[in-house]
């Protein structure tokens, strides 16, 4: 896959163009991806709005794989669009070969994509482009709301998923501070994370 | 979204989020993340609070922490309370962050300092640390006050438990907010 090299605001506009006037027309939901990527690469009837199915499809994906690589959701938002655009142009020029792999060609794109924006440490896409209804938000949590379901936690839970994310400390870590072993932190962490998501979805509930 | 036929388990997931994984299976996640919605929209709902978690500034901070929130640009005011002292503290509009320096203890001894924040109303818990850090040269605790903040009872009952050798001290402070 070659990156294109139009400015970044041709770029930002192109993808942002791309998959939401497209998303206007009809589709069938049903098509599997590789039909997706045929459709664009015939480039007749229907192009369009398989480009805009496509788009919808990936980008809560990568943008997931740049909140986790880049930890940054600018950065994440600006991945979604530079990877949609290098991705949408390939299978416009028909070189995506393996259309049945769309999905590793796309994760393919995230790592090279990742790996430049981290070495180079520049933002792939400008800000003006951040509006792009293909890259949605990830969920935001009331964080006051947060606080109370953590206090809801024992004293164990609690440190485990301090320590792991909000002080960034491995299992092996987090088991040689809390005197137990690497395997039984991680079942601590995952049921402390578990039991959050749950304490969160009761009181958006009770509020809603 | 069609559902997954093998899908990931929210045990690998959150492992994933931790960063915790080596790196061959950290791949075989993602590949099946692209592939599959449903395990996104799941792994979607593990990071809002992971990353949440991992931005979140703590109720309880450090003096070198502090520095460091200083030095990002963070609008910081600090207030000093006494021990058993109860009084109205304003968080301006102007403030990112307003630290309520509980001081009045010694901590020269402690091996640990609990700390638990309660609605002065209603006495329920809204903040329980079972270790938090605290200064034993300044006898200080650094409470974190944040905008969000806003969303809790204002009125609150600050309470530190310093384990020492010869026991257990305690002391509480009644913290007012009021939010601008």
């Not at chain 1, 936690?153 to 440190?159: G, I, K, N, P, S």
């Not at chain 2, 790196?23 to 809002?48: I, Y």
Request: a negative charge; hydrophobic letters at 45%.
């Amino acid at each position: 896959l070659e990156w294109p090299t139009r400015s970044a605001s041709e770029i930002a506009w192109s993808a942002t163009a791309a998959c939401y006037f497209a998303r206007l027309v009809e589709l069938d939901r049903n098509a599997s991806d590789a039909q997706l990527v045929r459709a664009i690469a015939a480039s007749g009837n229907g192009a369009r709005e398989a480009e805009a199915e496509l788009c919808r499809r990936f980008a809560p994906r990568i943008r997931l794989y740049g909140l986790r690589h880049l930890r940054d959701e600018d950065l994440a938002r600006d991945l979604v669009q530079a990877v949609l655009l290098g991705v949408l142009e390939a299978a416009r020029g028909g070189r995506v070969k393996d259309p049945e792999r769309i999905d590793r060609f796309m994760l393919g794109a995230c790592r090279n994509q990742a790996t430049r924006a981290r070495e180079t440490g520049l933002r792939a896409q400008p800000l003006q482009a951040q509006h792009d209804t293909a890259a949605p938000e990830i969920e935001h949590l009331d964080l006051g709301g947060l606080m109370l379901c953590l206090a809801k936690l024992d004293e164990r839970a609690r440190q485990v998923v301090l320590l792991s994310f909000n002080e960034e400390r491995s299992a092996v870590e987090v088991a040689a501070r809390l005197q137990t072993t690497a395997g039984n932190a991680r079942v601590l962490r995952h049921r402390a994370v578990a039991a959050l998501r749950r304490c969160l979805d009761a009181s958006a509930e009770a509020s809603s | 979204v069609i559902p997954c036929a093998s899908p990931l388990s929210s045990e690998l997931l959150v492992d994933y989020w931790a960063g915790d994984l080596p790196p061959r299976d950290e791949e075989g996640v993602e590949e099946h993340l692209f592939g599959c919605a449903s395990c996104t929209a799941g792994s979607a709902r593990v990071a809002a609070i992971t990353e949440t978690l991992r931005a979140m500034i703590p109720p309880v901070v450090t003096r070198a922490a502090l520095d460091r929130f200083r030095a990002r640009g963070l609008r910081v005011y600090e207030s000093t309370f006494a021990p058993g002292e109860r009084r109205e503290a304003h968080f301006g509009r102007d403030l990112d962050l307003l630290i309520f320096r509980l001081g009045g203890v010694d901590l020269s001894r402690a091996t640990r300092v609990q700390l638990s924040m309660r609605d002065e109303a209603t006495g329920a818990t809204l903040v329980k640390l079972g270790d938090a850090p605290f200064d034993a040269e300044a006898g200080a605790v650094l409470l974190c006050c944040q905008r969000h903040f806003a969303s809790l009872p204002p009125d609150v009952v600050v309470e530190l438990r310093v384990d020492e050798p010869r026991g257990e001290a305690v002391t509480s402070y009644t913290i007012l907010h009021r939010f601008d």
